[in-house]
Every structure is written in C-alpha cells, then in structure tokens.
C-alpha cells in the first residue's frame, strides 16, 4: 500500500525483509545527521533491531500484529513509524488500544500528521480507539521521548530524539499521558557513602541474604528473574507482564553482556524477594559505528565488551522487589551489593531508569542513597475517533 501526498511517499515495509528494515532504520540516520547538527543520538546495531522486528525470530510477535511505514520525498527516507496491535496490551492495560513506535520524522508537522495518521488508521480499522507511543514495541523496551537535557549523552537503551519532536505530537494532536524519570547515581569507582551506612544497618536487621546470579546457571537464573520480575512490576504504571519465551529471548541477547554486568538476586528463606540487573554503558563505544559492526572501531567495542576496560558508566536497567519486600529496604541491599562488585569497580556514575515520579516509594530510595533525578521522558496518547 502506498499512500502519496505534498510529495511524500508513505510506504509499508515488510519486517521480514532485511532489505526494506534496513530503509525503515535509514530515517533515524537522516533525521540525527541532517536535521539535528546537535544530536547526541547513538544508532543501535541495525543487525540487533533487524533482528527484534522479525516475525519469524522475536517471539513478541506471537501476540502483537506490527505493521510498519517508511516516509520518503523524492527518493531519500525522512520518517518512520510503527503500529502495534498487542493482545497482551489489551489484555493487561486497554481493551481498545494500541501503540506506535520507531517514530523518526523531520522537522514537518504535515509529514508527522501524515505518519501518526496512517498508524491511527491502521489501528483503527483494526477496531481500536486508542493510541499511545511511542513503544518500541512494549513497554518492556525502548519508551518515551526524551523530554530535556537534550545536549547531554544518552544512556545504552534509552530513547534520545530531537527536541522538537515533542512539539510534532502537540501539533498532531497527542497529548502527553505519561512522565518517565531516568536517574543519576555517583559512583566513583565505590559505593555511594550514604548507601553504604544504610546497607550496613539493614544488614544487621534482615535475615535476607544478596548474592549475584550465576553465570552458568544463567537460564534458570533468568526465569527466576522473570518470575520477580512480573510480580514486582505487577502494580505499575504500564506493566507488560514477560512471557517465557519473550525474556529467554531478551536473555539470550544479555549473556554476552554478563561478564561485566551485574545481576543481584534477594534471597529470604522463603524464597527470592528481589533482582537487580545494570548493564555496562556501551553507547561511548558504540557511536563510531553509526549502528554497523563492519567498523573499523568495531574491534574497540568488543574488546570494551571482553574485558570490561573503557566503560565508566552504568545503566541499571531492572530493579523489582516483589510486594511483601518492598517496605523492607531490599532494594538499598541490592543496589549496595551491585555496586561492591568486582565489575563495577571502574564505573564513575550509574543512572536509573525509567522510573514512574508516582512511584514514591522507587524515588526515595533512589534519594536515598545519594541520586538525583536526572532526565525526563514524555509519552502521548490520542483517542481515535471513528471515520
């Protein structure tokens, strides 16, 4: 199908064509080297998100339909866009809705109307009435705008867009739903002192025990995880529970990472109350390759990845205390185990994130042990009427 209109060429692109994804991910480029000198975008490895948006090798696809557009004028690619019919959306959050995604567009309102309108059609005639992004795909990946400090440097896996993306979603008609915090944590190659003194104090109280995933075991480790997982986060904002399949999947592509990541579990001896998952920031590493691993500065990434040498930084990217432990300082306990670790020995700052501001309890623990809140992320939603 293809839709024309003020020049622009608005076509849909076959996920499982290497092909045509590589021409949907060629608008990010576009848009981060031509209409935003000042970018800091990081281009994620084409072959990791060819990858994810095939049918036949991602198993989120066994319950989300996904269609995809790409935006052209006069031959070169200027936007892009996803729509998600997710049955597990519906299921757990709105019977009625859906989600976009992978929204890259110049700075055109008319281009971005013509975009977020084929998604909403898409949607609609699939018999939704309501659309909320951008999600690529769910909630459990990549979420969110970012909403300010746009001149500093994005964390590994989180979203970093041009500013005036935002103002396309008011001039489209979305508003914003949802405010989304990432975190700032110092570290300087120790623990916190404040989160010290506090993991100290609670250790001599709680008979929980913290101790860091093996490696070996690392598949029955991860449905451990993904059983915490899905009971702590049970109660949040947006909370897409992880099947089996889907996060053997996600942890398949982590063990690579494991070596110079750290992954905490909380133990009581009635079974496990908690898990802690921070990941090396490899963005530093990964910009030279402008998403392709034939780069010459690909052997500096892997080796950063082999030895751990050259990452300063952190993303603690999963932190869940299921409900009954939640009042009892098991996240400080992880975090300060996570940061006594030998892998963390050459990390200068963790961030965190996202985390919902609603999430009182999440923020002051963060607070707590010496953080400060640090970037924001905006979600929009719309209501599709019908035609």
């Not at 996803?82 to 567009?105: I, K, N, P, T, Y």
């Not at 300087?188 to 008979?207: E, I, K, M, Q, W």
């Given at each position: 199908?293809?839709?024309?209109?003020?020049?622009?060429?608005?076509?849909?692109?076959?996920?499982?064509?290497?092909?045509?994804?590589?021409?949907?991910?060629?608008?990010?480029?576009?848009?981060?080297?031509?209409?935003?000198?000042?970018?800091?975008?990081?281009?994620?490895?084409?072959?990791?998100?060819?990858?994810?948006?095939?049918?036949?090798?991602?198993?989120?696809?066994?319950?989300?339909?996904?269609?995809?557009?790409?935006?052209?004028?006069?031959?070169?690619?200027?936007?892009?866009?996803?729509?998600?019919?997710?049955?597990?959306?519906?299921?757990?959050?709105?019977?009625?809705?859906?989600?976009?995604?992978?929204?890259?567009?110049?700075?055109?309102?008319?281009?971005?109307?013509?975009?977020?309108?084929?998604?909403?059609?898409?949607?609609?005639?699939?018999?939704?009435?309501?659309?909320?992004?951008?999600?690529?795909?769910?909630?459990?990946?990549?979420?969110?705008?970012?909403?300010?400090?746009?001149?500093?440097?994005?964390?590994?896996?989180?979203?970093?867009?041009?500013?005036?993306?935002?103002?396309?979603?008011?001039?489209?008609?979305?508003?914003?739903?949802?405010?989304?915090?990432?975190?700032?944590?110092?570290?300087?190659?120790?623990?916190?002192?404040?989160?010290?003194?506090?993991?100290?104090?609670?250790?001599?109280?709680?008979?929980?025990?913290?101790?860091?995933?093996?490696?070996?075991?690392?598949?029955?480790?991860?449905?451990?995880?993904?059983?915490?997982?899905?009971?702590?986060?049970?109660?949040?904002?947006?909370?897409?529970?992880?099947?089996?399949?889907?996060?053997?999947?996600?942890?398949?592509?982590?063990?690579?990472?494991?070596?110079?990541?750290?992954?905490?579990?909380?133990?009581?001896?009635?079974?496990?109350?908690?898990?802690?998952?921070?990941?090396?920031?490899?963005?530093?590493r990964m910009r030279p390759l402008h998403g392709s691993l034939l780069s010459r500065?690909?052997?500096?990434?892997?080796?950063?990845?082999?030895?751990?040498?050259?990452?300063?930084?952190?993303?603690?990217?999963?932190?869940?205390?299921?409900?009954?432990?939640?009042?009892?300082?098991?996240?400080?306990?992880?975090?300060?185990?996570?940061?006594?670790?030998?892998?963390?020995?050459?990390?200068?700052?963790?961030?965190?994130?996202?985390?919902?501001?609603?999430?009182?309890?999440?923020?002051?623990?963060?607070?707590?042990?010496?953080?400060?809140?640090?970037?924001?992320?905006?979600?929009?939603?719309?209501?599709?009427?019908?035609?």
């Amino acid at each position: 199908m293809t839709i024309t209109g003020s020049g622009v060429v608005l076509s849909r692109c076959d996920p499982a064509r290497p092909r045509e994804v590589r021409r949907f991910l060629a608008a990010a480029h576009h848009v981060h080297e031509h209409c935003f000198p000042e970018s800091r975008w990081v281009a994620p490895l084409t072959s990791e998100v060819r990858h994810y948006l095939d049918p036949a090798k991602n198993p989120l696809f066994g319950h989300a339909t996904v269609a995809l557009w790409v935006a052209s004028l006069r031959g070169r690619v200027v936007g892009s866009i996803a729509a998600v019919d997710d049955a597990d959306w519906r299921l757990h959050q709105r019977r009625d809705g859906g989600s976009f995604g992978f929204f890259e567009c110049v700075d055109s309102p008319a281009l971005a109307a013509e975009l977020l309108g084929a998604a909403a059609d898409w949607l609609r005639g699939r018999g939704l009435r309501h659309m909320i992004g951008p999600f690529n795909l769910t909630t459990n990946y990549t979420t969110g705008f970012l909403a300010d400090t746009f001149g500093s440097e994005p964390t590994f896996m989180m979203p970093y867009n041009p500013p005036y993306y935002l103002d396309l979603m008011e001039a489209c008609g979305l508003r914003k739903a949802k405010e989304l915090w990432e975190w700032s944590v110092p570290l300087d190659g120790g623990v916190p002192p404040r989160l010290a003194r506090l993991t100290a104090r609670l250790a001599r109280t709680t008979d929980v025990r913290v101790r860091e995933a093996d490696a070996s075991r690392w598949y029955a480790e991860s449905e451990t995880i993904r059983d915490l997982y899905n009971r702590a986060w049970q109660d949040n904002w947006a909370f897409m529970p992880q099947r089996a399949d889907e996060f053997a999947y996600v942890a398949k592509d982590l063990k690579p990472l494991l070596s110079h990541s750290v992954v905490v579990l909380a133990e009581a001896p009635e079974g496990p109350l908690g898990f802690l998952l921070a990941l090396p920031d490899l963005n530093p590493r990964m910009r030279p390759l402008h998403g392709s691993l034939l780069s010459r500065h690909t052997p500096s990434l892997v080796w950063s990845m082999l030895t751990g040498r050259g990452i300063e930084s952190c993303r603690v990217a999963l932190l869940g205390v299921v409900p009954e432990g939640q009042r009892a300082g098991i996240a400080a306990l992880l975090l300060g185990h996570a940061f006594r670790s030998p892998a963390a020995a050459g990390w200068r700052r963790a961030t965190m994130g996202w985390t919902d501001p609603e999430n009182v309890d999440i923020s002051r623990t963060i607070e707590a042990v010496g953080g400060r809140q640090s970037k924001s992320f905006a979600v929009f939603d719309t209501v599709l009427e019908p035609r």
